[in-house]
């Protein structure tokens, strides 16, 4: 594609598993794909959303442009309790039934700002507060071999996250 060049803030969509999962898009100024730039995520707080994660959180759009990375919030999907509270499974039944679904998106986000923005695969970075920043370091050890360094803020490793050999 053609570089852009304006610095662009979208909001995105990707279908994964017949769910459209919602997610925000910074890209810098002189955008090319063919840079293979790096990528920040970040996972908001529960019952937040990505605009909140962008605006209230971790706002990365002042540094896009002179780091030259693309900034990804991506949104939790609705649990039972219809809270954006990103998925966890603590064992024994305690779940909020997002766990899976979460990490699916995650690893078909990765693959989608490869295919569609040239992202460098071996520069994905991934932080997020609070629920965010405990989901964060699930995808850390789901995807170990995706995931270059993380960032959890207010947030700690859920038990079952480091007993299952995280």
């Not at 609705?78 to 899976?100: I, S, V």
């Not at 699930?138 to 299952?164: E, G, L, Q, R």
């Amino acid at each position: 594609g053609a570089p852009t060049l304006a610095q662009q803030v979208s909001n995105q969509t990707l279908n994964v598993d017949g769910l459209q999962r919602k997610y925000i898009l910074v890209l810098p100024d002189n955008f090319d794909p063919a840079e293979h730039l790096p990528v920040v995520m970040w996972a908001h707080a529960g019952e937040g959303t990505a605009q909140i994660g962008m605006e209230l959180e971790a706002d990365f759009r002042p540094l896009v442009n002179t780091g030259r990375f693309i900034a990804v919030y991506p949104e939790a999907w609705p649990d039972f309790e219809q809270c954006l509270c990103w998925g966890y499974d603590l064992g024994l039944g305690e779940t909020n039934g997002n766990y899976e679904i979460d990490l699916d998106f995650i690893d078909a986000l990765i693959d989608e700002l490869v295919d569609a923005h040239g992202a460098d695969r071996d520069r994905m970075y991934f932080g997020g507060y609070s629920l965010g920043g405990s989901f964060t370091w699930d995808v850390a050890c789901a995807m170990s071999d995706k995931i270059a360094a993380i960032t959890p803020v207010a947030a700690s490793m859920w038990y079952s996250t480091f007993d299952n050999g995280c």
